[in-house]
């Protein structure tokens, strides 16, 4: 999908030159952002997918029409705004995140509970490595007291 663009490259100066041309292209991607939005609203694809379709579309489309001034302008305001492209990453990013840490912070207060030293330390070094960040930033960001601090720090 990203790559459909190459099948007009050899009419991207006309489409630039050429509003009725431009218009047909412009409607043509409008009809594939309609098929996007359906196959999402039908579950087929997730809207993290549909949104990256978009992206990769988008940056094709901006190498490839480079000099095409009206072309890149027409179909990239059909295609979406960066804005919107860069926050569907964030949040599922954030969202990755958020999750990791939840994770790991139940594991770590049922080892709390159950006296298991030993996975509370698994589940620090595994935040540790994932998000490459110290034990003390790993201990803030799963809420560790300070009693708990103090036995961890014994075993690390």
Do not use: W
Not at 16 to 40: F, P, T, V, W
Not at 50 to 73: F, G, Q
Not at 94 to 111: A, M, T
């Amino acid at each position: 999908m990203p790559f459909y663009i190459f099948s007009h490259e050899k009419h991207l100066k006309e489409y630039d030159e050429d509003q009725e041309k431009l218009s047909r292209l412009e409607e043509e991607y409008a009809g594939i952002m309609n098929k996007l939005d359906e196959l999402q609203r039908q579950g087929t694809i997730s809207a993290y997918t549909r949104n990256t379709i978009v992206e990769m579309t988008h940056k094709v489309l901006e190498k490839l029409a480079m000099k095409y001034e009206n072309v890149k302008k027409g179909v990239g305001s059909i295609m979406g705004g960066k804005v919107l492209e860069y926050k569907t990453k964030t949040i599922f990013r954030e969202g990755k995140s958020e999750g990791l840490q939840e994770g790991l912070r139940e594991g770590l207060q049922e080892g709390l509970r159950e006296g298991r030293t030993e996975t509370i330390l698994e589940n620090l070094k595994k935040l540790m490595q994932k998000m490459g960040i110290s034990a003390e930033k790993a201990m803030d960001l799963l809420d560790v007291s300070e009693e708990e601090r103090e036995e961890i720090a014994k075993r690390i």
